[in-house]
């Protein structure tokens, strides 16, 4: 017997007569703001607050037999946000099912054909998700280059698997595809890197040909006293990149913030200072590794991604 639906549970189209709703007025109190979609075809209060509950709830609710959630979707559930940005919105979940299997006609669910040892696999909230480092290890090497490392770097940070134990597993993989991507970009992954953005910017440096930057480096003024922390320095010449993501340098105050620590940075230290926003990180001009190479003495090739 099917449970009854609960204020705080999410909950699939097809069970709307359960809350006393036909399907025109779920869509009038949905644009209202009555209700969020948490995945394809799935919904919740919205006023639940989200969290990892909310997210294995909902993907339980259409999960195929025998399927186990992975790659960006297992991740999302872990609480780590993996997807590229142009799949951000998509929320349509990924799940791996045995060869042969009988596949679901599900709208809004993708299926990979696959094979996963028992190990491979751990339950969360009573859902079959890929491990953490199978996780890594999927999106190193299905994921296009930059979003590959975003993907691998945001799990080490999260402290879910370490870069030691994502190299080692892909390892003992042969013959898979995308396996060479992996253990390229697996020497890269940077736990203490804190934003896509910044895996981003570290890659193109590094692809640019001007050596792997120090992440997270705590700049001292003369007297000892923190100045602040950038996000990539190369310390012997003194150069500091740092990129200017929407959530945390968008706000007056977070702009008045970051002027007067470069101010400081530039005028009174003496660094030098290249800052990358969306619009030209993610774009297909390569002028930030042109300036920063002119601060190396390092003549940049031609952006490869």
């Not at 780590?80 to 679901?104: I, K, N, Q």
């Not at 006293?225 to 929407?246: K, L």
Request: proline share 7%; charged share 30%; net charge positive.
């Amino acid at each position: 017997m099917t449970a009854l639906l609960t204020r705080d549970q999410p909950f699939r189209l097809d069970r709307l007569a359960e809350l006393g709703l036909d399907p025109p007025a779920f869509a009038r109190r949905r644009r209202a703001g009555a209700y969020r979609r948490v995945l394809r075809g799935v919904y919740v209060d919205a006023a639940v607050p989200d969290s990892r509950s909310v997210r294995t709830a909902a993907a339980k609710l259409i999960r195929p037999p025998d399927g186990v959630l992975m790659g960006c979707s297992a991740a999302w559930v872990m609480g780590v946000d993996t997807f590229a940005p142009s799949a951000r919105f998509d929320l349509t979940p990924d799940w791996m099912v045995p060869h042969g299997s009988t596949r679901s006609v599900r709208r809004g669910v993708r299926f990979v054909e696959g094979y996963l040892r028992p190990e491979d696999v751990l339950v969360m909230d009573g859902l079959p998700v890929t491990t953490p480092t199978r996780t890594a290890s999927d999106l190193l090497r299905r994921l296009r280059r930059p979003w590959a490392l975003a993907a691998a770097d945001g799990l080490t940070h999260a402290g879910l698997t370490t870069p030691a134990d994502i190299e080692a597993y892909l390892a003992r993989l042969r013959g898979y595809p995308g396996i060479v991507q992996a253990r390229e970009l697996v020497l890269l992954v940077e736990p203490r890197s804190e934003s896509a953005g910044e895996s981003v910017q570290r890659l193109r440096l590094v692809d640019g040909g001007l050596g792997r930057p120090e992440p997270q480096y705590v700049v001292l003024d003369r007297t000892g006293r923190t100045v602040g922390r950038v996000d990539h320095a190369y310390v012997a010449q003194r150069v500091i990149c740092e990129h200017d993501g929407v959530e945390f340098h968008s706000h007056p105050d977070d702009k008045t913030r970051d002027e007067r620590r470069r101010w400081c940075l530039t005028e009174v230290l003496g660094w030098r200072l290249v800052v990358t926003t969306g619009h030209d990180l993610f774009g297909k001009d390569n002028a930030f590794e042109r300036e920063v190479g002119a601060y190396l003495g390092i003549e940049t090739g031609p952006r490869l991604w």
